[in-house]
């Protein structure tokens, strides 16, 4: 019997079994090509993906430092609470993104700077370099009446590519005209009829050095070689200073540039090119100059600042912009003749007379007209001389009576040719004009830091830890894929 009932077991088993093939339905399988995972096993996988990113992203905003974003993923708060803190925290990020950042960046890439102006007092100082001209170049008296004309068309005040017929006079007979003959100018010996230097110390031609210059044949006072000769003051007032007299010899004027009668004076650093007609100042005969100087000393930012100076060698001297503009011009008529004009620097052959009033001339004219661009921005770091001059009457009737007298030199003559010039420091101090940045890089990491803090709650560390947050993601749904 116990055999039969095992028997029996075994059919029912059999049955059921032939009725589960009966009633089975095939089971849909989507084979990954990689790992062939069911369709199944990866929604629960995705599930459980996001699952470990929601329970992440809540614990790491509950721990933060972020403010707010803890009250935006808490499970505890009512949503009604947590939209509101979602739109307050939403509008202090865009607040803050927009003028914290973007304002800010924008400030920075402005490039704004501030001005510092400072006096600066000292025991002593170095006296300038100073440049004397006379109002006229050549001397009547030497060149002689038959090349009045021709100076007249060497002049650049003359005109503008002048006729043929002239041209072919000059070409023929005035070719062989010396301009580097300067003893044909004003000399210093006739020029200077006395010199002082602090009332103290006799000075004279000797302490003076020929030098050309845009404006012709010109002297230089205290502009030795060795910087260590360069004279000093310690004193302020014209008692302390260069005191000269001087004669403009009215009887050799010609025609010339300058319609005046003069002296044309300008202070400058030593070893700066002396860009008198540009730079320089007049006194006139009859009259008693006091000039008064003060010492600037300017400090500029580069690029990308606007004030975009620069600080590059020049083949003619220290670099400022009134030098490197007058560069640009020399190396325009070079380019333009070939040669150079009498009064130009450099080493390049001097052009004769005919190129210098068929070429040099008429370049000078379109340099000026076609406005020449120059890459000239300002410089650096540079000094200047302020001046301020004052005159008056000169000669009194007491120096005439008790000076000019005994040398047979009437009034008349002393008005017409002769003026005394009195050159001096008005304070031992010079001004700095600095330029700084007004909004630097430090400034804006601040500025970005304090908007951070007070709409935000957040620090530079705060970044750190969603780098941090987003690292660890990552690294955990990769391991989990």
Not at 209 to 226: A, D, H, I, L
Not at 280 to 295: A, I, K
Not at 375 to 386: F, I, Q
Not at 473 to 479: A, M, Q, R, T
Request: include cysteine.
């Amino acid at each position: 019997m116990e055999a039969w009932s095992n028997v029996d077991t075994f059919s029912a088993n059999q049955e059921k079994t032939n009725d589960n093939r009966l009633s089975f339905r095939p089971t849909n399988y989507i084979v990954h090509p990689r790992d062939g995972v069911k369709s199944d096993d990866v929604g629960k996988s995705n599930s459980s993906k996001k699952k470990h990113i929601i329970d992440d992203l809540e614990s790491f905003s509950q721990n933060t430092t972020l403010h707010g974003l803890n009250y935006v993923t808490s499970k505890e708060s009512s949503t009604a609470r947590r939209l509101a803190w979602t739109v307050i925290v939403t509008a202090m990020m865009i607040v803050f993104i927009y003028i914290g950042i973007i304002n800010n960046v924008l400030r920075y890439l402005d490039r704004p700077i501030n001005t510092i102006i400072s006096m600066n007092y000292l025991l002593d100082m170095d006296f300038p370099a100073v440049t004397i001209c006379n109002y006229n170049q050549w001397k009547a008296s030497i060149v002689g009446p038959d090349n009045f004309n021709m100076l007249f068309l060497l002049s650049w005040s003359s005109l503008k590519y002048p006729d043929q017929e002239t041209l072919d006079i000059i070409n023929a007979t005035k070719r062989d005209f010396d301009l580097t003959d300067f003893n044909m100018t004003h000399q210093i010996e006739d020029m200077l009829m006395s010199c002082s230097w602090k009332n103290a110390e006799r000075c004279g031609p000797r302490d003076f050095r020929r030098v050309v210059t845009q404006w012709g044949v010109c002297y230089t006072f205290n502009n030795p070689e060795n910087s260590s000769q360069i004279r000093k003051v310690k004193q302020s007032g014209s008692n302390y200073g260069l005191s000269m007299r001087l004669k403009v010899e009215q009887e050799e004027y010609i025609h010339g540039d300058n319609t005046g009668a003069g002296i044309r004076i300008m202070v400058h650093e030593q070893g700066q090119i002396p860009l008198v007609k540009s730079l320089g100042f007049s006194v006139s005969p009859g009259f008693e100059s006091h000039v008064g100087m003060r010492h600037t000393k300017v400090e500029n930012l580069p690029y990308p600042y606007p004030s975009n100076c620069r600080q590059r060698a020049l083949k003619y001297g220290p670099y400022t912009a009134q030098t490197c503009n007058y560069e640009c011009y020399v190396d325009y008529v070079i380019k333009n003749c070939g040669c150079r004009d009498y009064r130009m620097p450099g080493d390049v052959r001097i052009c004769d007379v005919y190129e210098t009033i068929t070429c040099v001339n008429n370049a000078t004219f379109d340099f000026i007209l076609e406005g020449e661009r120059c890459s000239c921005p300002t410089a650096c770091s540079t000094g200047v001389y302020d001046v301020r001059v004052s005159s008056t009457y000169w000669p009194s009737s007491y120096v005439t009576n008790m000076y000019l007298g005994p040398m047979n030199v009437s009034e008349t003559e002393a008005r017409k040719n002769l003026l005394d010039v009195k050159i001096y420091f008005e304070e031992l101090s010079f001004e700095k004009v600095e330029q700084i940045p007004a909004y630097d890089l430090l400034s804006l990491l601040g500025d970005i830091g304090g908007y951070m803090g007070l709409l935000c709650g957040m620090s530079l560390t705060t970044i750190f830890e969603f780098v941090d947050f987003f690292v660890c993601v990552f690294n955990k749904g990769w391991k989990i894929r």
